[in-house]
């Protein structure tokens, strides 16, 4: 039997992850922390498994995941979903090797993609375009920085950090210091007019770095509407960004899946290196009904299986993340569309609904209510 175990069951790719691999005849474990946990509830999900995430307790979630993975006859395939999912299989690949199947980056190239800053000194030296973009080696620097460019636009990003925590696009040379204790060292960034759209390239390279999917997609909206995850976004083509996303890749000797961020600068015309996403990403669900089923390849792949590379997709497909991203996005945009037009497309367009997996699509709904009653979430709904 076809088994696989995906962690972080919480969080909407992992349902599509639980969804692409159930429709193809995998018995599907899922890892959560609560009955909260959107991927307990999909038709397709198998076996559910609380425990702390491993961002919360690395010991508990360890003893969890490896008292489950003892119970299997055959190796399943396990998805690490969340950077601090990852970075404990990472430490713990080689015991892991024994009882389950994965497809993980090399330690130095996951920690490169960790790094915003050295991942910006791979593209300088691929001469792949990016940002002018200074690091401040101590905060000192950092402070001189920060008066030197006090007129010009810039964004200021920490160098380890994902998605928009600790970004900054305005910040005085006296907030130096504070910023350095509560973010760590940063990076500091030309800011790329907030027109640009932003463009993702979805790469999956197997154990011996060919590249078995590849895909790309450009943003429509995000939430916050000044930089965040994308709430709407459509299939494109573009191969000459695929091959740079993938000599990127390929330079850090890269094994699994990843994503490289790219933002089109309106003034030259030219998309910009952005940084590269370790792990399955937000917008998985897009490349799936467009014809990329990155998660059956990842299993197929991680599983030594020959696998026919995957690179041809439906074009401009659309997919709107609604719930509750696209609905707060929508009320929080001064120049929003008209309420007719936000409809426009429901349900058909919107990634949470499935009409073979019709309990997900209900939990999608009543779990975000519930976790809305948490504090612990509530940054994500005052993203700003």
Known sequence: MNQAIVTDGLWRKSLSTIRALGKNGFDVTVMGDSIFTTGFWSRFTGKRLRCPTAKISEAQFGETLLSALRKFKAKPVLFPMEDETLLWVMKNREELASFADFLIPPEDSLLTAFDKGATIAIAE???LPHPKTWQPANIKEFS????ELHEQKIIVKPRHASGSKGLKKELKAEEAEAYWFKFGPPIVQEQIPQEGAGLGVSLLLDSKQNCLGSFVHRRLKEYPVTGGPSTDRVSMVNESLADQSLS?????SWVGIGMVEWKLDPRDGVPKLMEINPRF??????AVRSGINFP???ARAARRETVEPARTYKNNLRCRWLIPGDILRYFSDVNRESFFEFLNGIPKEIEEWDPMDVRGFFATIICSLALGL?????KYIRRR
């Open 125 to 127: 030296k691929l001469k």
């Open 144 to 147: 001189e920085v920060l008066k």
């Open 248 to 252: 990127l890749l390929k330079e850090l």
């Open 281 to 286: 990403w937000g917008s998985l669900e897009l």
């Open 296 to 298: 059956l390849l990842y």
């Open 374 to 378: 948490n504090p612990h979430y509530w």
